[in-house]
């Protein structure tokens, strides 16, 4: 069974543009969570989705957006990019509903630096 | 703010020694889990124990949960070079509506 698939691994971007991150879940995983992963300020949740519907949301302003598309690959975007979104992005996909009770599938990351 | 803080936030030690690294965490929880992740790639789940469940054996790995201490520990026993990574713990915080919420981890170096 093929894990969680992220892309791209490594992106370069300028400040003021956007950007958008592809997670691919494991099979027949329907809940996908993104977190955010700097030496500062270490792992932080930036949101959930279950069938297309984003169910939690971390504390992050609203540059930063995400959805899921109906075979539960999800997306994030990041609009008007910032020196601190660089980042490890990585998503997480887990079975069921109960995302927060259940172990989570980590994908590699996606390593995105801004100049 | 972090809600599990690991300590120590780096270890060294021999191969074949065992590792125990602490979490503490602030508020009530519905579970606890630990997660590796070695550099550069994304992290891999250990263990799960759930807030009724004060002790969980998965081979070389063992974890504790004191939840009136609010604290857990994660035992390697018999390190191997491949244990060498970084060790978070993660928690559900009790009726929030946020995701997991992870320390800032141990750095667990195991030299050969």
């Known amino acids: 069974k093929a894990g969680v698939t992220q892309t791209p691994r490594y992106l370069i971007k300028t400040r003021g543009q956007q950007v958008t991150l592809s997670c691919s879940p494991i099979?027949?995983?329907?809940?996908v969570s993104w977190y955010q992963q700097t030496p500062g300020q270490g792992l932080q949740f930036l949101f959930e989705y279950f069938s297309e519907t984003q169910r939690n949301k971390g504390n992050f302003p609203g540059r930063f957006s995400g959805r899921q598309f109906s075979n539960s690959r999800s997306e994030m975007n990041v609009s008007t990019l910032e020196l601190g979104d660089s980042a490890l992005y990585l998503c997480?996909?887990?079975?069921?509903?109960?995302?927060?009770?259940?172990?989570?599938?980590f994908g590699d990351g996606t390593r995105l630096s801004i100049l | 703010s972090q809600q599990g803080e690991e300590d120590p936030q780096a270890l060294s030690i021999q191969e074949g020694e065992n590792a125990t690294m602490n979490c503490s965490y602030k508020?009530?929880?519905?579970?606890l889990q630990w997660y590796r992740q070695n550099s550069g790639r994304g992290l891999v789940h250990l263990i799960l124990i759930r807030s009724n469940e004060r002790e969980k054996h998965s081979g070389r790995l063992r974890v504790t949960l004191d939840t009136s201490k609010k604290s857990s520990s994660l035992l390697i026993t018999a390190s191997r070079a491949a244990d060498t990574a970084s060790y978070f713990c993660a928690t559900d915080a009790r009726g929030g509506a946020d995701g997991l919420t992870f320390g800032k981890g141990t750095h667990l170096i195991i030299q050969p």
């Open positions: 508020t009530s929880i519905n579970n």
């Open positions: 997480a996909s887990s079975l069921g509903t109960g995302f927060r009770n259940q172990p989570q599938h």
């Open positions: 099979s027949g995983h329907r809940s």
